[in-house]
């Protein structure tokens, strides 16, 4: 039994910032990847930043240099750092993660997901 739970979604005027934190809870015995994605109403899903159990992290294009992700292993937590954020941030992000449980299965999922409103 596993679960992610995102929050820190809401309402920023462009160029603000918000912190998005996703807490992964449950029967855990190693987190592979976490990592968040999002998507606007009409669109894709697209990846948005993802961080490896060793620490690498991956970012779209569209973010670098704006969005940091970072971790704390031990509260199975990801967070997303979003600075200097544009309307077309605006998005539904969701947390996901690549995980190992306790019984020793591998566990692919996503949370509900936070609306992030970017707007003036």
């Known amino acids: 039994q596993v679960q992610l739970a995102e929050s820190g979604g809401g309402l920023v005027q462009p160029g603000g910032s918000l912190r998005l934190s996703c807490a992964a809870s449950?029967?855990?015995?190693?987190?592979?990847?976490m990592g968040w994605y999002r998507q606007a109403p009409g669109q894709q899903r697209e990846l948005v930043a993802t961080?490896?159990?060793?620490?690498?992290?991956n970012y779209a294009d569209s973010v670098k240099g704006r969005f940091t992700i970072s971790r704390d292993n031990a509260k199975n937590t990801v967070y997303l750092q979003m600075n200097s954020l544009k309307p077309e941030d605006t998005a539904v992000y969701y947390c996901?993660?690549?995980?190992?449980?306790?019984?020793?299965?591998?566990?692919?999922?996503w949370g509900h997901g936070t609306q992030v409103t970017v707007s003036s």
């Open positions: 961080i490896t159990s060793g620490g690498s992290t």
């Open positions: 449950g029967s855990i015995f190693s987190i592979h990847v």
């Open positions: 996901s993660a690549n995980l190992v449980t306790s019984a020793l299965y591998e566990y692919n999922g």
